[in-house]
């Protein structure tokens, strides 16, 4: 069975900085691309940023060069470095196997005050 497991998010002030980790098990990711998506309050989920295999990355406009996403394939796990945070990314941070889209963790929680 296929887990992913988000955690490392919290409550920050507006311009602060977390690390998001994402570990999977029962699935070996190295031949995956793997992303990042995030649900706000009352809003649809979307799309954060993309790592392929190869390590090439692609990032949604809001959140180009704050983010930075990476990950360790000898970890099976993904990564999401989150900089310079605003008030509007306050929301649930998922990551996602591409090509299983059914498949999602629990999220990390993240909250920026401003």
């Known amino acids: 069975q296929v887990q992913l497991v988000e955690s490392g998010g919290g409550l920050v002030q507006a311009g602060g900085s977390l690390r998001l980790s994402c570990v999977v098990s029962g699935l070996t990711i190295n031949t995956f691309t793997m992303n990042w998506f995030r649900q706000a309050p009352g809003k649809e989920r979307e799309f954060v940023t993309s790592i392929s295999r190869n390590g090439g990355t692609y990032y949604a406009s809001s959140v180009k060069g704050r983010f930075t996403i990476s990950r360790d394939n000898a970890k099976n796990a993904v990564y999401l470095q989150v900089n310079n945070l605003k008030p509007e990314d306050t929301a649930v941070y998922y990551c996602?196997?591409?090509?299983?889209?059914?498949?999602w963790g629990q999220g990390t929680q993240v909250t920026v005050s401003s």
């Open positions: 996602n196997i591409n090509g299983l889209s059914g498949i």
